[in-house]
Protein backbone atom coordinates (compact mmCIF):
# COMPACT_ATOMS: atom_id res chain seq x y z
CA UNK A 1 0.00 0.00 0.00
CA UNK A 2 0.97 3.82 -1.08
CA UNK A 3 2.50 5.64 2.29
CA UNK A 4 3.21 9.32 2.11
CA UNK A 5 4.65 12.23 3.13
CA UNK A 6 3.29 15.12 5.03
CA UNK A 7 2.96 18.39 2.65
CA UNK A 8 4.49 16.38 -0.12
CA UNK A 9 2.71 14.42 -2.76
CA UNK A 10 3.76 12.28 -5.92
CA UNK A 11 2.80 13.67 -9.09
CA UNK A 12 3.09 13.43 -12.83
CA UNK A 13 5.47 16.68 -13.88
CA UNK A 14 5.13 17.75 -17.57
CA UNK A 15 7.81 16.60 -19.58
CA UNK A 16 9.58 15.14 -16.83
CA UNK A 17 7.28 11.78 -15.75
CA UNK A 18 7.04 11.50 -12.20
CA UNK A 19 7.51 13.69 -9.69
CA UNK A 20 7.38 15.46 -6.27
CA UNK A 21 6.05 18.33 -5.34
CA UNK A 22 4.73 20.75 -1.87
CA UNK A 23 1.40 20.61 -0.60
CA UNK A 24 2.31 23.44 1.76
CA UNK A 25 4.59 26.60 2.19
CA UNK A 26 8.55 25.78 3.19
CA UNK A 27 10.47 28.10 3.92
CA UNK A 28 14.18 28.28 3.26
CA UNK A 29 16.11 25.75 5.54
CA UNK A 30 13.56 23.92 6.04
CA UNK A 31 13.52 19.88 6.22
CA UNK A 32 11.17 18.88 3.72
CA UNK A 33 11.50 15.20 5.00
CA UNK A 34 14.27 12.64 6.03
CA UNK A 35 14.54 9.34 4.67
CA UNK A 36 16.52 6.02 5.95
CA UNK A 37 19.09 4.75 3.37
CA UNK A 38 17.39 1.48 1.49
CA UNK A 39 20.84 0.22 1.52
CA UNK A 40 23.92 1.85 1.52
CA UNK A 41 27.78 1.02 1.64
CA UNK A 42 30.97 2.45 2.93
CA UNK A 43 33.99 2.90 1.04
CA UNK A 44 36.87 1.06 1.59
CA UNK A 45 38.92 3.56 1.54
CA UNK A 46 36.88 5.07 5.00
CA UNK A 47 37.33 1.80 6.36
CA UNK A 48 38.48 2.29 9.77
CA UNK A 49 37.48 5.78 9.82
CA UNK A 50 33.83 5.42 10.30
CA UNK A 51 31.32 2.81 11.41
CA UNK A 52 30.65 0.61 8.52
CA UNK A 53 26.70 0.83 9.39
CA UNK A 54 25.61 4.36 11.01
CA UNK A 55 28.38 6.39 9.36
CA UNK A 56 29.84 7.90 12.39
CA UNK A 57 33.41 9.04 12.54
CA UNK A 58 35.29 8.06 15.54
CA UNK A 59 38.83 7.41 16.64
CA UNK A 60 38.32 4.18 18.98
CA UNK A 61 36.03 1.99 16.80
CA UNK A 62 35.79 -1.93 16.90
CA UNK A 63 37.27 -4.32 14.42
CA UNK A 64 35.08 -7.34 13.12
CA UNK A 65 36.95 -10.32 14.82
CA UNK A 66 36.68 -12.54 11.90
CA UNK A 67 37.68 -10.58 8.78
CA UNK A 68 39.43 -7.67 10.22
CA UNK A 69 38.33 -5.40 7.95
CA UNK A 70 35.11 -3.82 8.74
CA UNK A 71 34.53 -1.40 11.89
CA UNK A 72 31.71 -0.60 14.21
CA UNK A 73 30.76 1.83 17.12
CA UNK A 74 30.17 -0.94 19.34
CA UNK A 75 28.15 -4.35 19.34
CA UNK A 76 24.91 -2.49 18.25
CA UNK A 77 26.00 -1.27 15.56
CA UNK A 78 28.07 -4.44 14.67
CA UNK A 79 24.82 -6.38 15.08
CA UNK A 80 22.81 -3.88 12.56
CA UNK A 81 25.16 -4.23 10.10
CA UNK A 82 25.75 -7.76 10.19
CA UNK A 83 22.77 -9.42 7.75
CA UNK A 84 24.51 -6.98 5.06
CA UNK A 85 28.07 -7.69 6.10
CA UNK A 86 28.22 -11.37 6.25
CA UNK A 87 27.91 -10.96 2.45
CA UNK A 88 31.23 -9.98 2.64
CA UNK A 89 32.80 -11.00 6.12
CA UNK A 90 34.06 -14.66 4.62
CA UNK A 91 34.50 -13.53 0.94
CA UNK A 92 37.07 -11.03 2.15
CA UNK A 93 39.03 -13.18 4.44
CA UNK A 94 38.79 -16.35 1.47
CA UNK A 95 39.89 -14.04 -1.07
CA UNK A 96 41.93 -11.77 0.87
CA UNK A 97 43.75 -9.15 -1.59
CA UNK A 98 41.86 -10.28 -4.89
CA UNK A 99 38.92 -9.50 -2.99
CA UNK A 100 37.83 -5.88 -5.54
CA UNK A 101 34.44 -5.90 -6.02
CA UNK A 102 33.20 -2.05 -6.89
CA UNK A 103 31.43 0.17 -4.84
CA UNK A 104 28.05 -0.30 -6.80
CA UNK A 105 28.74 -4.19 -6.71
CA UNK A 106 28.70 -4.12 -2.87
CA UNK A 107 25.78 -1.60 -3.15
CA UNK A 108 24.06 -4.08 -5.19
CA UNK A 109 24.48 -7.39 -3.63
CA UNK A 110 23.17 -5.54 -0.27
CA UNK A 111 20.01 -4.07 -2.38
CA UNK A 112 19.50 -7.72 -3.46
CA UNK A 113 20.00 -9.06 -0.06
CA UNK A 114 17.63 -6.54 1.58
CA UNK A 115 14.68 -7.16 -1.10
CA UNK A 116 15.19 -11.24 -0.27
CA UNK A 117 14.40 -10.80 3.25
CA UNK A 118 11.65 -7.87 3.01
CA UNK A 119 8.09 -8.03 4.09
CA UNK A 120 6.77 -4.63 3.69
CA UNK A 121 7.61 -1.36 2.34
CA UNK A 122 10.41 -0.05 3.91
CA UNK A 123 10.95 3.52 5.72
CA UNK A 124 12.90 4.62 2.45
CA UNK A 125 10.07 3.52 0.21
CA UNK A 126 6.65 5.90 1.43
CA UNK A 127 5.85 7.22 -2.33
CA UNK A 128 8.34 5.13 -4.24
CA UNK A 129 8.94 1.54 -4.45
CA UNK A 130 12.85 0.41 -5.03
CA UNK A 131 11.21 -1.67 -8.01
CA UNK A 132 9.78 1.47 -9.58
CA UNK A 133 12.77 3.62 -9.69
CA UNK A 134 13.63 3.98 -13.75
CA UNK A 135 16.43 2.13 -14.50
CA UNK A 136 16.73 3.49 -18.76
CA UNK A 137 18.05 0.08 -19.42
CA UNK A 138 17.24 0.43 -22.98
CA UNK A 139 19.16 4.03 -23.68
CA UNK A 140 21.91 2.47 -21.83
CA UNK A 141 25.02 2.62 -24.34
CA UNK A 142 27.41 0.06 -25.28
CA UNK A 143 30.23 1.54 -23.26
CA UNK A 144 28.08 1.56 -20.21
CA UNK A 145 26.43 -2.04 -21.17
CA UNK A 146 30.28 -3.20 -20.89
CA UNK A 147 30.97 -2.22 -17.67
CA UNK A 148 27.50 -3.55 -16.48
CA UNK A 149 28.76 -6.53 -17.55
CA UNK A 150 31.68 -6.63 -15.68
CA UNK A 151 30.09 -5.54 -12.59
CA UNK A 152 27.51 -8.71 -12.59
CA UNK A 153 30.81 -10.73 -13.54
CA UNK A 154 32.02 -9.76 -10.30
CA UNK A 155 29.14 -9.86 -8.55
CA UNK A 156 29.16 -13.41 -9.73
CA UNK A 157 32.51 -13.91 -8.42
CA UNK A 158 32.25 -12.14 -4.87
CA UNK A 159 28.94 -13.01 -3.88
CA UNK A 160 27.42 -16.25 -5.69
CA UNK A 161 28.28 -18.47 -2.58
CA UNK A 162 26.13 -16.30 0.19
CA UNK A 163 23.21 -14.61 -2.31
CA UNK A 164 21.22 -15.59 -4.50
CA UNK A 165 21.20 -13.69 -7.65
CA UNK A 166 18.51 -13.21 -10.19
CA UNK A 167 18.36 -13.84 -13.91
CA UNK A 168 21.30 -11.68 -16.14
CA UNK A 169 18.32 -9.48 -17.47
CA UNK A 170 17.01 -8.60 -13.93
CA UNK A 171 20.55 -7.90 -12.75
CA UNK A 172 21.43 -5.32 -15.49
CA UNK A 173 18.13 -3.69 -14.82
CA UNK A 174 19.41 -3.13 -11.28
CA UNK A 175 22.66 -1.86 -12.18
CA UNK A 176 21.06 0.36 -14.58
CA UNK A 177 18.54 1.91 -11.63
CA UNK A 178 21.56 2.33 -9.01
CA UNK A 179 23.69 4.08 -11.56
CA UNK A 180 20.62 6.58 -12.44
CA UNK A 181 19.36 6.96 -8.72
CA UNK A 182 22.89 6.10 -6.77
CA UNK A 183 23.45 8.90 -4.30
CA UNK A 184 26.93 9.69 -2.89
CA UNK A 185 27.25 10.13 0.83
CA UNK A 186 29.86 12.83 1.43
CA UNK A 187 31.13 14.60 4.19
CA UNK A 188 31.17 18.43 5.38
CA UNK A 189 33.96 18.97 2.98
CA UNK A 190 32.48 17.54 0.21
CA UNK A 191 35.05 13.66 0.46
CA UNK A 192 33.11 10.68 -1.07
CA UNK A 193 32.35 8.34 2.34
CA UNK A 194 30.07 5.99 0.45
CA UNK A 195 27.08 5.25 -1.93
CA UNK A 196 23.53 4.56 -1.19
CA UNK A 197 19.98 4.26 -2.46
CA UNK A 198 16.75 6.71 -1.31
CA UNK A 199 14.03 5.61 -3.70
CA UNK A 200 11.42 8.15 -2.26
CA UNK A 201 14.56 10.99 -3.01
CA UNK A 202 15.13 9.87 -6.15
CA UNK A 203 11.74 10.58 -7.40
CA UNK A 204 13.10 13.99 -6.97
CA UNK A 205 13.70 15.91 -10.38
CA UNK A 206 16.60 17.99 -11.68
CA UNK A 207 16.93 21.60 -12.24
CA UNK A 208 19.42 23.58 -12.75
CA UNK A 209 17.81 25.89 -10.48
CA UNK A 210 17.13 24.00 -7.74
CA UNK A 211 14.83 24.47 -4.68
CA UNK A 212 15.89 21.88 -1.84
CA UNK A 213 19.15 20.32 -1.59
CA UNK A 214 20.19 16.75 -0.23
CA UNK A 215 22.54 16.56 2.73
CA UNK A 216 23.30 13.50 4.89
CA UNK A 217 22.92 13.10 8.97
CA UNK A 218 24.56 9.63 9.37
CA UNK A 219 23.52 7.45 6.54
CA UNK A 220 19.92 9.25 6.28
CA UNK A 221 19.53 11.72 3.74
CA UNK A 222 17.83 15.20 4.09
CA UNK A 223 16.01 17.48 2.15
CA UNK A 224 16.15 21.01 2.87
CA UNK A 225 14.38 24.15 1.12
CA UNK A 226 16.88 26.51 -0.76
CA UNK A 227 14.20 28.80 -1.72
CA UNK A 228 10.64 29.82 -0.37
CA UNK A 229 8.26 27.39 -1.54
CA UNK A 230 4.40 27.75 -2.13
CA UNK A 231 1.98 24.87 -2.51
CA UNK A 232 2.38 23.09 -6.01
CA UNK A 233 5.91 24.38 -6.44
CA UNK A 234 7.87 21.18 -7.72
CA UNK A 235 11.11 19.91 -5.73
CA UNK A 236 13.81 19.99 -7.59
CA UNK A 237 17.69 19.14 -7.16
CA UNK A 238 20.66 19.33 -8.99
CA UNK A 239 21.85 15.70 -9.74
CA UNK A 240 25.42 17.05 -11.41
CA UNK A 241 27.92 20.56 -10.69
CA UNK A 242 26.46 23.24 -11.46
CA UNK A 243 29.61 25.22 -11.82
CA UNK A 244 29.92 24.42 -15.80
CA UNK A 245 28.58 25.60 -18.45
CA UNK A 246 25.51 24.50 -20.35
CA UNK A 247 26.25 22.85 -22.77
CA UNK A 248 28.45 20.66 -20.53
CA UNK A 249 25.73 20.63 -17.84
CA UNK A 250 23.82 19.00 -20.40
CA UNK A 251 26.17 16.20 -21.53
CA UNK A 252 26.48 15.40 -18.75
CA UNK A 253 22.66 14.74 -18.07
CA UNK A 254 22.73 12.90 -21.05
CA UNK A 255 25.34 10.74 -20.70
CA UNK A 256 24.19 10.06 -17.06
CA UNK A 257 20.69 10.56 -16.85
CA UNK A 258 19.49 10.44 -20.48
CA UNK A 259 18.00 14.12 -20.24
CA UNK A 260 18.25 17.46 -21.78
CA UNK A 261 17.55 19.96 -18.78
CA UNK A 262 15.11 22.96 -20.14
CA UNK A 263 14.99 24.77 -16.98
CA UNK A 264 15.04 28.37 -17.24
CA UNK A 265 19.04 28.75 -16.85
CA UNK A 266 19.35 26.23 -19.76
CA UNK A 267 17.39 28.03 -21.79
CA UNK A 268 18.68 31.54 -21.19
CA UNK A 269 22.33 30.58 -20.97
CA UNK A 270 22.36 34.08 -18.76
CA UNK A 271 25.79 32.89 -16.28
CA UNK A 272 27.66 31.26 -19.01
CA UNK A 273 29.87 34.86 -20.36
CA UNK A 274 30.60 34.69 -16.65
CA UNK A 275 31.91 31.03 -16.45
CA UNK A 276 33.50 30.93 -19.87
CA UNK A 277 35.85 34.25 -18.43
CA UNK A 278 37.98 35.04 -21.47
CA UNK A 279 41.18 37.40 -20.22
CA UNK A 280 41.13 41.06 -21.21
CA UNK A 281 43.97 41.59 -23.29
CA UNK A 282 45.11 44.83 -25.68
CA UNK A 283 45.39 42.54 -28.86
CA UNK A 284 41.86 40.55 -29.01
CA UNK A 285 41.99 36.75 -28.87
CA UNK A 286 41.04 35.01 -32.50
CA UNK A 287 37.14 32.79 -31.85
CA UNK A 288 39.20 30.02 -33.13
CA UNK A 289 41.97 30.36 -30.61
CA UNK A 290 39.16 30.53 -27.56
CA UNK A 291 37.54 27.12 -29.25
CA UNK A 292 40.26 25.49 -29.51
CA UNK A 293 41.69 26.19 -25.51
CA UNK A 294 37.90 25.47 -24.76
CA UNK A 295 38.10 21.97 -26.48
CA UNK A 296 41.75 21.30 -24.64
CA UNK A 297 40.50 22.38 -21.54
CA UNK A 298 37.23 20.26 -21.50
CA UNK A 299 40.21 17.35 -22.52
CA UNK A 300 42.46 18.34 -19.99
CA UNK A 301 39.16 18.23 -17.35
CA UNK A 302 38.48 14.95 -18.42
CA UNK A 303 41.61 13.30 -18.84
CA UNK A 304 42.70 14.68 -14.71
CA UNK A 305 39.65 13.16 -13.61
CA UNK A 306 41.35 9.49 -15.41
CA UNK A 307 44.29 9.84 -13.94
CA UNK A 308 43.65 10.51 -10.69
CA UNK A 309 44.90 7.63 -8.12
CA UNK A 310 47.26 6.44 -11.05
CA UNK A 311 49.95 9.18 -10.98
CA UNK A 312 51.61 10.42 -7.92
CA UNK A 313 50.45 13.89 -5.99
CA UNK A 314 53.74 15.28 -7.19
CA UNK A 315 52.90 14.11 -10.41
CA UNK A 316 49.28 15.38 -10.65
CA UNK A 317 50.25 19.07 -8.92
CA UNK A 318 52.96 19.23 -12.12
CA UNK A 319 49.82 18.52 -14.76
CA UNK A 320 47.47 20.63 -13.01
CA UNK A 321 50.19 23.76 -12.90
CA UNK A 322 51.06 23.44 -16.15
CA UNK A 323 47.52 23.47 -17.32
CA UNK A 324 46.63 26.04 -15.49
CA UNK A 325 49.82 27.87 -17.29
CA UNK A 326 48.83 27.15 -20.52
CA UNK A 327 44.93 27.96 -19.95
CA UNK A 328 45.80 31.44 -18.41
CA UNK A 329 47.30 32.67 -21.98
CA UNK A 330 43.33 32.84 -22.77
CA UNK A 331 41.00 32.51 -19.91
CA UNK A 332 40.99 34.76 -16.53
CA UNK A 333 41.10 33.22 -13.42
CA UNK A 334 37.42 33.02 -12.94
CA UNK A 335 36.63 30.59 -15.71
CA UNK A 336 35.31 27.57 -14.27
CA UNK A 337 38.04 25.23 -15.93
CA UNK A 338 40.82 27.22 -14.70
CA UNK A 339 38.98 26.89 -11.18
CA UNK A 340 38.72 23.29 -11.52
CA UNK A 341 42.18 22.51 -12.30
CA UNK A 342 42.92 25.58 -9.18
CA UNK A 343 40.56 23.11 -6.73
CA UNK A 344 42.39 20.20 -7.92
CA UNK A 345 45.64 21.77 -7.13
CA UNK A 346 44.70 22.79 -4.00
CA UNK A 347 43.50 19.34 -2.74
CA UNK A 348 46.79 17.91 -4.15
CA UNK A 349 48.66 20.23 -2.09
CA UNK A 350 46.46 19.62 1.51
CA UNK A 351 47.43 15.84 1.05
CA UNK A 352 51.05 17.09 0.51
CA UNK A 353 50.65 19.01 3.07
CA UNK A 354 51.72 21.83 1.80
CA UNK A 355 49.21 24.21 3.31
CA UNK A 356 50.40 27.55 2.27
CA UNK A 357 49.77 26.36 -1.31
CA UNK A 358 46.90 25.02 -0.69
CA UNK A 359 45.74 28.47 1.13
CA UNK A 360 47.34 30.33 -2.07
CA UNK A 361 44.53 28.42 -4.14
CA UNK A 362 41.71 28.45 -2.41
CA UNK A 363 41.71 32.41 -2.09
CA UNK A 364 41.63 32.12 -5.97
CA UNK A 365 38.48 30.20 -6.28
CA UNK A 366 36.47 31.69 -3.25
CA UNK A 367 35.28 34.67 -4.60
CA UNK A 368 34.51 33.20 -8.19
CA UNK A 369 33.12 30.29 -6.53
CA UNK A 370 30.31 32.45 -4.16
CA UNK A 371 29.37 34.30 -8.03
CA UNK A 372 28.93 31.15 -10.28
CA UNK A 373 27.47 28.56 -7.52
CA UNK A 374 23.68 29.09 -6.47
CA UNK A 375 23.18 30.39 -2.91
CA UNK A 376 23.76 27.69 -0.26
CA UNK A 377 26.19 25.59 -2.16
CA UNK A 378 28.13 23.43 -0.31
CA UNK A 379 30.86 23.36 -2.65
CA UNK A 380 31.18 26.98 -1.49
CA UNK A 381 30.77 25.58 2.34
CA UNK A 382 33.31 23.39 1.72
CA UNK A 383 35.57 25.71 0.52
CA UNK A 384 35.25 28.07 3.51
CA UNK A 385 35.95 24.55 5.78
CA UNK A 386 39.04 23.88 3.64
CA UNK A 387 40.17 27.05 4.08
CA UNK A 388 39.42 28.08 7.78
CA UNK A 389 40.74 24.44 8.44
CA UNK A 390 44.08 25.41 7.14
CA UNK A 391 44.27 28.78 8.34
CA UNK A 392 43.78 27.22 12.28
CA UNK A 393 46.68 24.82 11.30
CA UNK A 394 48.58 27.94 10.71
CA UNK A 395 47.33 29.35 13.77
CA UNK A 396 45.99 32.47 11.76
CA UNK A 397 42.83 31.83 13.71
CA UNK A 398 40.91 35.56 13.23
CA UNK A 399 40.93 34.80 9.48
CA UNK A 400 39.99 30.85 10.74
CA UNK A 401 37.17 31.87 12.76
CA UNK A 402 36.14 34.49 9.93
CA UNK A 403 36.12 31.22 6.82
CA UNK A 404 33.74 28.82 9.68
CA UNK A 405 31.28 31.65 10.58
CA UNK A 406 30.93 32.35 6.29
CA UNK A 407 30.99 28.30 6.04
CA UNK A 408 27.82 28.44 8.96
CA UNK A 409 25.98 30.50 7.39
CA UNK A 410 25.08 28.13 4.33
CA UNK A 411 26.09 24.70 6.64
CA UNK A 412 22.42 26.28 8.87
CA UNK A 413 20.21 26.00 5.94
CA UNK A 414 21.41 22.83 3.80
CA UNK A 415 22.73 20.85 7.24
CA UNK A 416 19.77 22.17 9.54
CA UNK A 417 21.52 24.36 12.97
CA UNK A 418 21.69 20.91 14.86
CA UNK A 419 23.67 19.08 12.64
CA UNK A 420 26.39 16.98 14.15
CA UNK A 421 28.87 19.37 11.76
CA UNK A 422 27.80 22.27 13.49
CA UNK A 423 28.11 21.05 16.49
CA UNK A 424 31.46 20.36 15.85
CA UNK A 425 32.67 23.44 14.02
CA UNK A 426 31.06 25.79 16.99
CA UNK A 427 33.21 23.85 19.42
CA UNK A 428 36.47 23.91 17.34
CA UNK A 429 35.35 27.74 17.37
CA UNK A 430 34.90 28.24 21.02
CA UNK A 431 38.09 26.61 22.11
CA UNK A 432 40.62 28.94 19.43
Known amino acids: MTGSIGGLERFDSPGKGRGLRVTRPFKVGELLFSSPAYACVLSVKERGCYCEFCFTRKESLARCGKCK ?45 KKKTQKERSGSEKILTIGEMQSHVEDVDNERREMNEAEIAALHRFY ?25 IEDDELSHLGTAIYPDVALINHSC ?20 MK ?27 YFTCD ?52 ELLEM ?24 QAMGICIHMQDADSAIRYGEK ?33 SMGISA ?18 LTELRKDMVQK
Open 320 to 343: CEQSLEEMGAVFDDSNVYMLHMMY
Open 209 to 228: LPSVIVTYNGTSAEVRAVQD
Open 365 to 397: ILKPYSQLYPPYSLNVSSMYLKLGRLYMGLERY
Open 231 to 257: PGDEVLISYIDLLYPTDDRNNRLRETY
Open 160 to 184: SKHLELPDHKDLLTLFSQVACNGFT
Open 404 to 421: FKKAMTIMEVAHGKDHLY
Open 263 to 314: CKECKSKSKDNAKLKVRKQSDPIEQDVISNMMRYARKTVREFRALKGIKTPS
Open 69 to 113: KAFYCNAKCQKGDWSFHKLECSAMTAFRENWCPSEISRLVARILA
